[in-house]
């Protein structure tokens, strides 16, 4: 019985496109940030990463329940020129065990060759420095081989010189370098001690400038910050009666 399987719902091209990794982290930035991109352009769950490991909850989302890891896309969108960029998303609320991390980095690595993905590009917090009250937190970049740091340039990402990632993102980067595969990271600095939308709204920025094909208006995201982080609060406590001892979030980086 393998113990990672991908399941698909819906078969779709998914060439060249953008696969983007959202497992909870600083802030839950990268949740927030994921759903967020979700719900803005409509996409679909497409299927699911199933696990014995993971934790045994369902999402219920639009009075649908889903496994806490799911996979999202849309149809792509295509320019004038002939070019066409498409979002898929992979997105969990809670963090997979230790032992199941790298496996799963690998599972999704396989599965975006297959799937003939052009880049994946996780999404991470990183802790705010400085002043906490601070506004216009500083969104990093990391990538995999010199074509994504290139990337990274082209869009005016300050490059991260030292650190330490962990967790399935830390996996995605050292195993795109190892294997020469094309994986960037995106990093806000976020508060760490409460819910920051404002910190997922800076990683929704980039993102609509990196795929000018695709707008994602990070506005509203903006504007509904408490509201936003209310719910993920709500949401928060009521999976505890029902998943006892969820593992605390881990801090991804350390700068």
Same mark, same amino acid.
């Given at each position: 019985?393998?113990?990672?399987?991908? +399941? @698909?719902?819906? *078969?779709?091209? +998914?060439?060249?496109?953008?696969?983007?990794?959202?497992?909870?982290?600083?802030?839950?930035?990268?949740?927030?940030?994921?759903?967020? $991109?979700?719900?803005?352009?409509?996409? /679909?769950?497409?299927?699911?990463?199933?696990?014995?490991?993971?934790?045994?909850?369902?999402?219920?989302? *639009?009075? /649908?329940?889903?496994?806490?890891?799911?996979?999202?896309?849309?149809?792509?969108?295509?320019?004038? #020129?002939?070019?066409?960029?498409?979002?898929?998303?992979?997105?969990?609320?809670?963090?997979?065990?230790?032992?199941? =991390?790298?496996?799963?980095?690998?599972?999704?690595? @396989?599965?975006?060759?297959?799937?003939?993905?052009?880049?994946?590009?996780? +999404?991470?917090?990183?802790?705010? !420095?400085? #002043?906490?009250?601070?506004?216009?937190?500083?969104?990093?970049?990391?990538?995999?081989?010199?074509?994504?740091? *290139?990337?990274?340039?082209?869009?005016?990402?300050?490059?991260?010189? @030292?650190?330490?990632?962990?967790?399935?993102?830390?996996?995605? !980067?050292?195993?795109?370098?190892?294997?020469?595969?094309?994986?960037?990271? !995106?990093?806000?600095?976020?508060?760490?001690?409460?819910?920051?939308?404002?910190?997922?709204?800076?990683?929704?920025?980039?993102?609509? =400038?990196? +795929?000018?094909?695709?707008? =994602?208006?990070?506005?509203?995201?903006?504007?509904?910050? *408490?509201?936003?982080?209310?719910? $993920?609060?709500?949401?928060?406590? /009521?999976?505890?009666?029902?998943?006892?001892?969820?593992?605390?979030?881990?801090?991804?980086?350390?700068?």
């Amino acid at each position: 019985m393998e113990e990672i399987k991908i +399941l @698909e719902y819906r *078969k779709m091209d +998914l060439s060249e496109s953008m696969v983007l990794v959202a497992f909870p982290t600083v802030g839950m930035i990268s949740s927030i940030a994921g759903n967020y $991109i979700i719900d803005s352009l409509n996409l /679909q769950e497409i299927g699911s990463i199933v696990s014995r490991y993971f934790s045994p909850t369902a999402i219920i989302h *639009k009075s /649908q329940a889903s496994p806490p890891v799911r996979i999202y896309a849309g149809n792509k969108n295509c320019g004038p #020129d002939g070019s066409c960029e498409q979002i898929v998303v992979i997105i969990s609320e809670f963090m997979p065990p230790l032992e199941i =991390i790298q496996p799963l980095a690998e599972k999704i690595l @396989e599965w975006a060759d297959k799937k003939k993905v052009k880049i994946i590009t996780a +999404l991470e917090g990183t802790h705010a !420095l400085g #002043d906490p009250k601070k506004k216009g937190f500083i969104v990093h970049g990391i990538g995999s081989t010199p074509e994504m740091k *290139k990337f990274l340039d082209k869009y005016d990402i300050d490059q991260t010189t @030292e650190g330490m990632i962990t967790g399935v993102t830390g996996v995605l !980067l050292y195993k795109g370098v190892l294997e020469k595969r094309n994986v960037i990271c !995106l990093l806000s600095e976020a508060h760490e001690a409460y819910p920051d939308s404002r910190s997922a709204a800076n990683l929704v920025k980039k993102l609509d =400038i990196i +795929l000018p094909g695709i707008k =994602i208006d990070p506005e509203p995201l903006y504007n509904e910050a *408490k509201k936003i982080e209310a719910n $993920i609060r709500k949401f928060l406590e /009521q999976s505890k009666p029902t998943a006892p001892g969820l593992p605390k979030i881990p801090s991804s980086m350390y700068v």
